[in-house]
Every structure is written in C-alpha cells, then in structure tokens.
C-alpha cells in the first residue's frame, strides 16, 4: 500500500508538471503575442510567479480534497488511476496544441475513475454541482465580459488623448503586472488541485480523516507547476495568443486583468475554474469590444469543443485506468502504460504530416532493397 501511495504522489506531482507546461500560455500568450516581452522571459517570470500562487490560500484545495468524491468511499487505487486518465488527456491535447483545461481532465479523470470504482453514489453532486460545474460554465464569459468592459474604457481613454504608438508602449508595460497577477492567481487556483488531491490520498491511508495540507505537499506541487511552465506550451501559446485574435496591447492588457480577477474570486470561494477557458473568454471579449469580425470562429468553435469534451473524455480514460488496477499488478501496468504514452507524446512531438510521409517513404524504399 505504501508503494501506491508513493506512485500516487509521483503521478500527482507529474501531472502538475503537465498543467504547468499545458497552461503556460494562460499566463503569457498575451504578453508573448503583443512582443510585450520574449518568450523566455515571459516563461521565467510565469515560473516565478506559479511558485508563489501556490502558497496563497488552500480553498481550492479543500475542494478537490472533498467536495467532488466522497474521501471514505474511493482508494489509492482509484486516485491512481483518475491522475492517469487525466495526465493522459493533458499529453494529448498538448500534443496536438489544444487548450483545453487541466481543471476539467483532473475532476473528470477523478469522477470517472471513482464511478468506475464504486459507483454512482460515490461523487457528491450537489458539491459538483455548485462549485465545479456551473463556475467553470460562467467562468468564461464573465472573463468575456469583463475583458469587453475593461477594453470599451481604454478605448474611450485612448480615443481622448490620441498617440497610438505612446499608448501601445503604455500598455505594453501594463501587461507586465496584469500578466504577472494571471501567472499568480494561476498558481493559487491551480496548483492547488493538485495538493486537494494529494491530501485525499493521505486522508485514504490515515486514521485521522481531518483534510490538512502538509507544508511538503504545497512546495512539491508548486516546484512541479513551475518546472512545467518552464518547460513551456509554445503549441497552446500560439494558439491562444495568436489564432483567436490579433490582439494590440491594449486588448492583452484587458484580457489579462479580467482573467486575473476572475481567477482571484473564485480562488477565495474555492472554486476550481479553468484558467484556459477563463483566457480564452476573455481574448474574445477583448477582441469582439473593437471589432467583431476580427475574432476567429472557427478556434473558438475549436476551443468550445474542447470545453465540452474534456470532462467525459478524461473521465472515460480515468475508468479504464480503474479496470487496469483491478487486474493482477494493475497499478505497476498502468505505471507502465502511462510511462510508454507519453514518452511516444514526447518523441514524436515535433512530427508533421511531411514527416510522417518522409518516414512511409523511407520504409518503402527499405522495403524495396530488401527484396532486391
């Protein structure tokens, strides 16, 4: 039992890894976008500031830990396989640079998982419900909102005093704090997940079924996350920060502040929304304040499919991890099987259509001289 827990921290804290470098772009598409800043740069202070985000509060925490599954009715086991599930989800997505939420792979992989375990009964809807469900459905468009609001007083501002060029280096400035508050409440909402999960797994294995964070669990999660968001999502990045809208400085300034506040919020009410769908909101509010046709449809329609699909999608995967565990040496398979998936996701990431004909036609030619 003691190896399970171990493998269950170990995949909790990769998992983290995998939201840190899948939701770099949360924090610094805009800034990257807008060259407020390089790329670089803008990742190590995204870094910096993950870190810090995660010693704020623990409400979010306390959420994961309890709210979606009932902490008495799951196992290691289970916990084990709905952190597979869900960093399976994350690797694929971020394979093929689609933003979807971390969030959402993480309580989808946990509830399918623990259904597949115990059934029904075992998650606690209303709590679902209230504090996952309908916040990460609002989430986005008050982002969307929020960021229209925001850029309908710039442009009242900028239209006054004129100098498009002095104002876009004003802005660009701006988007250093309001990307940095992003990069903050990020770390607060989100590595917080992990360490609610964490802290089930040691709620499992105790006498004493009274949630608490341990100080090691909130610096490991927060190591893991920053390392993540130094690794970089430049696939998700170019998708947020360049696909959905070109956006002037002035618009990143006003998508970050509302993403940030709305982040700060639901962070104090414990509400773990995703930070991915939250930017995303708020680049289009940001967009659709100055010109409508300038947001592209098409991504947001991408994104929005993503929203809907990554709950089921990673739950469906976190269920059949379960099944793996109940076979004999189940969880050292499914260790196994992970550890083969995204080693395959990671090799193979830089591959094209071109480079898999190239590959088709080399073996082709192989092929042909073999039967010479």
Not at 20 to 28: L, Q, R, V
Not at 177 to 190: C, E, I, K, Q, R
Not at 228 to 240: A, D, Y
Not at 270 to 296: C, D, E, W, Y
């Amino acid at each position: 039992m003691d190896l399970i827990l171990v493998a269950v921290i170990a995949s909790a804290l990769f998992f983290n890894f995998t939201n840190g470098f899948h939701d770099t772009a949360n924090a610094i598409a805009t800034i990257v976008s807008t060259k407020a800043l390089s790329p670089r740069t803008a990742v190590i202070g995204a870094s910096v500031l993950n870190l810090a985000g995660a010693f704020i509060s623990l409400n979010v925490a306390a959420t994961i830990a309890g709210d979606i599954v009932n902490p008495i009715a799951v196992t290691l086991p289970t916990i084990l396989a709905g952190l597979v599930g869900a960093i399976i989800w994350n690797l694929l997505t971020w394979r093929v640079g689609m933003p979807s939420s971390s969030s959402h792979a993480l309580i989808g992989g946990l509830g399918g998982a623990a259904v597949m375990s115990a059934g029904w009964d075992v998650i606690q809807w209303h709590e679902l419900n209230t504090k996952v469900l309908a916040p990460s459905v609002i989430s986005p468009f008050i982002g969307l909102a929020g960021a229209a609001v925001v850029m309908f007083i710039i442009i009242l501002v900028i239209r006054r005093r004129g100098q498009k060029p002095a104002t876009d280096k004003a802005f660009r400035r701006l988007q250093l704090l309001s990307g940095g508050f992003v990069a903050l409440m990020h770390g607060t909402n989100d590595a917080q997940k992990t360490m609610g999960l964490i802290s089930l797994a040691l709620i499992t294995v105790s006498a004493d079924k009274t949630f608490n964070v341990p100080l090691w669990v909130i610096i490991a999660s927060a190591a893991a996350m920053a390392a993540g968001t130094w690794m970089g999502g430049w696939r998700i990045i170019k998708t947020i920060g360049e696909k959905i809208t070109k956006l002037e400085p002035s618009q990143g300034f006003a998508a970050q502040t509302a993403t940030a506040v709305t982040l700060g919020v639901t962070s104090h009410f414990g509400l773990p929304v995703s930070t991915t769908q939250t930017i995303s909101g708020s680049i289009v509010g940001a967009g659709m304040a100055t010109k409508l046709s300038s947001v592209n449809w098409t991504v947001i329609g991408h994104i929005a499919l993503a929203w809907l699909i990554t709950i089921p999608c990673a739950a469906a995967m976190g269920a059949i991890a379960d099944l793996i565990t109940g076979l004999p040496h189940g969880a050292g398979i499914l260790l196994l099987l992970l550890t083969v998936i995204a080693l395959t996701i990671y090799l193979t990431r830089n591959w094209t259509w071109e480079t898999r004909a190239q590959i088709k036609t080399l073996l082709e030619l192989l092929r042909r001289n073999r039967g010479r």
